[in-house]
């Protein structure tokens, strides 16, 4: 059970390379996410697309030894690691929708330790919650998981929560891209229902081909 969240962190996408600066060519992507390679098949549409995998480290030593022009990674996870420098352009959030629950560290406690739950109250962030809860709720919903191409971004404002989806395919030809607001406090039903919303438009027929075999 997630009890607590810290502040989230830089909730985008950092580019290293020449990614942005190549639109018009045919740059080739070293990302191992498929949700990227849905979205930013649109913003660049010649990009040939690599599938780079590793740790941080090791997927810049590739980049920095020529084996792609750019490297798409989490730009929270550059900042934590002392490496924001290398990310020489980020992608908003029209350009590529992070992941559900990117740059936000959760704390995970047994679902009937109310005494550790006291304790994490005192410092638990309440934005970086409500997000989480909008976002959690919607992959739930679309039953989503790392090899499913879904982006979601929840940003809490003054007067409730704003909650932005998209699902892709792979080409980035077949797109669904959705916004829901609501109250804070029922954010993760403002999740679920907006995932009904997007099946209920079609977002199952892009996923579906994407879903593991049962």
Do not use: W, Y
């Given at each position: 059970?997630?009890?607590a969240?810290?502040?989230r962190?830089?909730?985008?996408?950092?580019?290293?390379?020449?990614?942005?600066?190549?639109?018009?060519?045919?740059?080739?992507?070293?990302?191992?996410?498929?949700?990227r390679?849905?979205?930013?098949?649109?913003?660049?549409?010649r990009?040939?697309?690599?599938?780079i995998?590793?740790?941080?480290?090791?997927?810049?030593?590739?980049?920095?030894?020529?084996?792609?022009?750019a490297?798409?990674?989490?730009?929270?996870?550059?900042?934590?690691?002392?490496?924001?420098?290398?990310?020489?352009?980020?992608?908003?959030?029209?350009e590529?929708?992070?992941?559900?629950?990117?740059g936000?560290?959760?704390?995970?406690?047994?679902?009937?330790?109310?005494?550790?739950?006291?304790v994490?109250?005192?410092?638990?962030?309440?934005?970086?919650?409500?997000?989480?809860?909008?976002?959690?709720?919607?992959?739930r919903?679309?039953?989503?998981?790392?090899r499913?191409?879904?982006?979601?971004?929840?940003?809490?404002?003054?007067?409730?929560?704003?909650?932005?989806?998209?699902?892709?395919?792979?080409?980035?030809?077949?797109?669904?891209?959705?916004?829901?607001?609501?109250?804070?406090?029922?954010?993760a039903?403002?999740?679920?229902?907006?995932?009904?919303?997007?099946?209920?438009d079609?977002?199952?027929?892009?996923?579906?081909?994407h879903?593991?075999?049962?």
């Amino acid at each position: 059970h997630a009890a607590a969240g810290r502040p989230r962190a830089s909730r985008g996408e950092g580019s290293g390379g020449a990614l942005l600066a190549a639109r018009g060519g045919a740059p080739r992507v070293g990302t191992g996410s498929v949700r990227r390679v849905a979205q930013l098949a649109r913003t660049v549409p010649r990009a040939r697309f690599q599938s780079i995998r590793g740790n941080v480290e090791t997927r810049l030593r590739k980049l920095d030894a020529g084996d792609c022009d750019a490297l798409v990674l989490a730009a929270a996870g550059l900042v934590r690691l002392g490496l924001g420098e290398r990310a020489n352009a980020r992608l908003t959030a029209d350009e590529c929708l992070p992941a559900p629950g990117q740059g936000i560290v959760a704390i995970e406690i047994r679902e009937s330790d109310e005494r550790t739950r006291s304790v994490l109250d005192r410092i638990d962030d309440c934005a970086a919650g409500v997000a989480l809860a909008a976002e959690r709720a919607l992959v739930r919903a679309l039953g989503g998981d790392c090899r499913v191409p879904i982006g979601a971004l929840a940003v809490q404002e003054a007067d409730g929560v704003a909650l932005d989806a998209v699902v892709a395919s792979l080409d980035g030809r077949r797109r669904l891209r959705r916004q829901a607001r609501g109250p804070a406090d029922t954010a993760a039903a403002l999740g679920a229902d907006l995932a009904s919303r997007m099946l209920a438009d079609g977002a199952e027929e892009i996923l579906a081909p994407h879903r593991s075999p049962r």
